[in-house]
């Protein structure tokens, strides 16, 4: 199991641009607002051979209230469950009594911290860290994370000799067979293989951090009744039975008019990036709302990314038979378009009908990495043609040959023939479905392509040797003789 480091201080000191120099990412988000980091938010280093997971926590500045208390109380859990912490605080602003109060957590608490004077640039490394001793907590490790300037050696005179010795007493405790967290390298790679990557979209306060922390059974993600409390696309890893799942919760996504604060039009970015990463998507529509423009193009998205799809109607509860109907008669009539998507009525806030999602969410994930040989896509296509005949093109029959896979996630089926390119998108559409149909796909996209047979030597003159020329000619003069004596023949005859 790999070392966890918690990044910890207040707000606005550095942690997320430290996060993002440590991860070589930019998966958190970095503005000069404070309290731009809501959730937990974890990332893997690798320095050198070593490695570990880092974890990002929103400010704590001893005033929170509303949506920043819960922040703060996402801070502390990140404490908790780290091996080590980093203390982060800013050097241009000196000890505080919000620092004070994060320092005396952490004694509590027992853990191994190292404090880093962030902001040092331009100013003098030595006079700057002065005012931190302090806090007591020992030496204090100058840098400047938006420059890069003080990370190598934060990492190698602090973690490195510590991690690599937590890394050592793991491996003995390994070889003396009381690590129960190994596995075999065959089980692993099998997990890995299994290993489904579920984003949860959907506009702004329909209930995916509601659904998140439902599906983890934790207060994971910050949950407040206020539009947009999620602003970066939080990497959630967990287990269901035996499969691995990385949880992807997003910001909510509003119409493009309506995204004002670059903030939030970040957040955006970060959810269809997420949209793109995932294997999975599960859309989460509000029953109380019906659906809108902003759910039609999230899922105009999903669907041109490729992305397997469930769609999950929340805040059913409480609604009424007829209600329920209208709903339902609006969803038929708005979504008849993505028939092959599996349809939930649920409540995330009480949990009904969770438990069914991921029964369809393993089903699209199986239907779009399916692996499908030439010899069985050439027999579906050979029986969509004896059903239903392709269409005359000029008078002359369209012809298709063979398919094949041309890839996955989602399927994509090429089909050979003559004069595909003339072929109506009716047809085409034709096609798309008895492959579904048979294959039994759920859940995901099929895609299939058209691909005419051309003939290599088309339009090529065949360009003889002078021995094949010499030979040609003789040919020609003999069957010139050989003619002319037949007709002399025939002549005296």
């Known amino acids: 199991?790999?070392?966890?480091?918690?990044?910890?201080?207040?707000?606005?000191?550095?942690?997320?641009?430290?996060?993002?120099?440590?991860?070589?990412?930019?998966?958190?988000?970095?503005?000069?607002?404070?309290?731009?980091?809501?959730?937990?938010?974890?990332?893997?280093?690798?320095?050198?051979?070593?490695?570990?997971?880092?974890?990002?926590?929103?400010?704590?500045?001893?005033?929170?209230?509303?949506?920043?208390?819960?922040?703060?109380?996402?801070?502390?859990?990140?404490?908790?469950?780290?091996?080590?912490?980093?203390?982060?605080?800013?050097?241009?602003?000196?000890?505080?009594?919000?620092?004070?109060?994060?320092?005396?957590?952490?004694?509590?608490?027992?853990?191994?911290?190292?404090?880093?004077?962030?902001?040092?640039?331009?100013?003098?490394?030595?006079?700057?860290?002065?005012?931190?001793?302090?806090?007591?907590?020992?030496?204090?490790?100058p840098i400047a994370a938006a420059h890069g300037r003080g990370v190598t050696a934060l990492l190698q005179q602090a973690l490195v000799p510590l991690l690599t010795e937590q890394q050592k007493q793991r491996l003995a405790a390994f070889e003396a067979g009381e690590d129960l967290d190994a596995i075999d390298e065959d089980a692993e790679q099998e997990q890995r293989d299994k290993h489904i990557k579920l984003a949860i979209v959907g506009r702004p306060n329909v209930g995916k951090s509601t659904l998140t922390n439902r599906i983890l059974g934790e207060e994971r993600v910050i949950v407040y009744d206020m539009p947009g409390t999620t602003r970066d696309a939080i990497y959630i890893p967990m287990q269901r039975g035996e499969r691995e799942y990385t949880l992807i919760d997003t910001a909510g996504v509003r119409r493009r008019g309506r995204i004002d604060d670059v903030v939030e039009k970040f957040s955006v970015i970060k959810t269809l990036q997420a949209i793109e990463d995932a294997n999975v998507v599960i859309l989460v529509l509000d029953a109380r709302l019906g659906i809108s423009e902003q759910d039609l193009s999230i899922l105009g998205f999903v669907l041109n990314a490729g992305r397997s799809l469930v769609i999950a109607v929340n805040k059913w509860d409480g609604l009424d038979d007829g209600i329920k109907d209208e709903v339902k008669r609006e969803l038929d009539r708005r979504l008849g378009f993505i028939d092959f998507a599996r349809l939930h009525f649920i409540s995330a806030l009480h949990g009904s009908g969770v438990g069914n999602l991921f029964e369809s969410v393993e089903e699209a994930f199986d239907s779009a990495t399916r692996r499908v040989n030439t010899a069985l896509l050439t027999k579906i296509m050979n029986m969509a043609q004896e059903d239903h005949q392709p269409p005359l093109v000029k008078g002359r029959r369209v012809k298709l040959k063979y398919a094949h896979a041309g890839g996955y996630n989602p399927p994509l089926i090429v089909i050979h023939g003559t004069q595909v390119e003339d072929l109506p998108d009716s047809y085409k559409r034709y096609?798309?479905?008895?492959?579904?149909?048979?294959?039994?796909?759920?859940?995901?996209?099929?895609?299939?392509?058209?691909?005419?047979?051309?003939?290599?030597?088309?339009?090529?003159?065949?360009?003889?040797?002078?021995?094949?020329?010499?030979?040609?000619?003789?040919?020609?003069?003999?069957?010139?003789?050989?003619?002319?004596?037949?007709?002399?023949?025939?002549?005296?005859?």
């Open 431 to 493: 096609l798309m479905n008895y492959f579904r149909k048979s294959l039994q796909l759920m859940g995901t996209p099929v895609r299939v392509e058209f691909r005419g047979t051309e003939n290599p030597f088309a339009e090529k003159r065949n360009t003889l040797t002078p021995n094949q020329q010499y030979k040609r000619d003789r040919l020609i003069k003999a069957k010139a003789n050989l003619a002319n004596k037949k007709k002399v023949g025939h002549n005296q005859g």
């Open 1 to 141: 199991m790999l070392p966890v480091v918690a990044l910890v201080g207040r707000p606005n000191v550095g942690k997320s641009t430290l996060f993002n120099r440590l991860t070589r990412t930019r998966d958190a988000l970095v503005a000069d607002f404070p309290g731009l980091t809501r959730d937990r938010k974890y990332g893997s280093v690798d320095y050198e051979g070593l490695e570990f997971i880092v974890v990002d926590t929103g400010g704590i500045d001893g005033s929170e209230e509303g949506i920043e208390l819960e922040m703060a109380e996402q801070s502390l859990k990140a404490i908790d469950e780290a091996d080590v912490v980093l203390f982060l605080v800013d050097a241009r602003a000196g000890a505080t009594v919000a620092d004070e109060a994060i320092a005396n957590h952490i004694r509590r608490v027992n853990k191994t911290v190292f404090l880093v004077a962030n902001k040092t640039d331009g100013l003098d490394a030595d006079t700057a860290i002065a005012d931190f001793y302090s806090l007591g907590i020992g030496e204090v490790y």
